[in-house]
């Protein structure tokens, strides 16, 4: 059974920071594309950042570059998500999602408020 659990989630205030991780466990983790999306209230869902080839490649949306960085730990079949400068507007359920060939798996979301 494959389930990937996410954590990390939080309040927190314009500037500051928070890592996210999603622990990937039924899976050959080393295989597939792990990414990270988001979705605001009354918003689509959208691709923040992922990451192949083991943590060879990556790639961000533009509003997140120089501010996020998306990695993995192998070993642990987790990717993580590390958010600074964090804006209102980063503001949403964050899900974490793994895809390889026809195979596509998501977690159930995080929850991320930036507010003062």
Same mark, same amino acid.
């Given at each position: *059974?494959?389930?990937?659990? /996410? ?7 314009? %500037?500051?920071?928070? &890592?996210? !991780?999603? +622990? ?14 988001? *979705?605001?209230?009354?918003? /689509? ?7 192949? %080839?083991?943590?060879? &490649?990556? !790639?961000? +949306? ?36 793994? +895809? ?17």
């Amino acid at each position: *059974q494959v389930q990937l659990v /996410e954590s990390g989630g939080g309040l927190v205030q314009p %500037g500051g920071s928070l &890592r996210l !991780s999603c +622990a990937a466990s039924g899976i050959n983790f080393g295989i597939y594309t792990m990414s990270w999306y988001r *979705q605001a209230p009354g918003k /689509e869902r959208e691709l923040v950042a992922d990451i192949g %080839g083991a943590g060879t &490649r990556t !790639s961000y +949306a533009d509003s997140v570059k120089g501010r996020f960085t998306i990695s993995v730990a192998n070993a642990k079949n987790t990717v993580y998500l590390q958010m600074n400068s964090l804006k209102p507007e980063d503001t949403g359920v964050y899900y974490c999602k793994a +895809a390889w060939s026809m195979r596509t798996y998501w977690g159930q979301g995080t929850q991320v408020t930036v507010s003062s």
